[in-house]
């Protein structure tokens, strides 16, 4: 089993930046792909980024590119998200999963861990 705990979220004004991390526990993430997730109130959980396990490869959502980077550090088991120029419609609950399955990445169906999530507000 792999325990993910995100931190790091918060109420920002919009152009801000916060950086978001994930640290796994349980069993080492090394293998696996991971990925981060947006849900906002009354829509689905929609995909934002993901890494390959050894951070080589990388996928983001169209809105995100040039804005976020994610990033890993398995010396400490966490993953990051890096989210700059922050716009209101950031606005949501962020989400850290792990994949030990193929792609797509952009899928949540793919992804076999998940954590509690974060709030992200971006006020304007």
């Known amino acids: 089993q792999v325990q993910l705990v995100e931190s790091g979220g918060g109420l920002v004004q919009a152009g801000g930046s916060l950086r978001l991390s994930c640290a796994a526990s349980?069993?080492?993430?090394?293998?696996?792909?991971m990925g981060w997730f947006q849900q906002a109130p009354g829509k689905e959980r929609e995909f934002v980024a993901a890494?390959?396990?050894?951070?080589?490869?990388?996928d983001y959502a169209d809105s995100v590119k040039g804005r976020f980077t994610i990033s890993r550090d398995n010396a400490k088991n966490t993953v990051y998200l890096q989210m700059n120029s922050l716009k209101p419609e950031d606005t949501a609950v962020y989400y850290c999963?792990?994949?030990?399955?193929?792609?797509?990445?952009?899928?949540?169906?793919?992804?076999?861990?998940w954590g509690q999530g974060t709030q992200v507000t971006v006020s304007s």
């Open positions: 890494i390959s396990w050894s951070g080589a490869n990388t």
């Open positions: 349980g069993q080492t993430v090394t293998r696996y792909a």
């Open positions: 999963a792990a994949t030990y399955t193929s792609s797509p990445w952009s899928a949540p169906r793919t992804y076999n861990y």
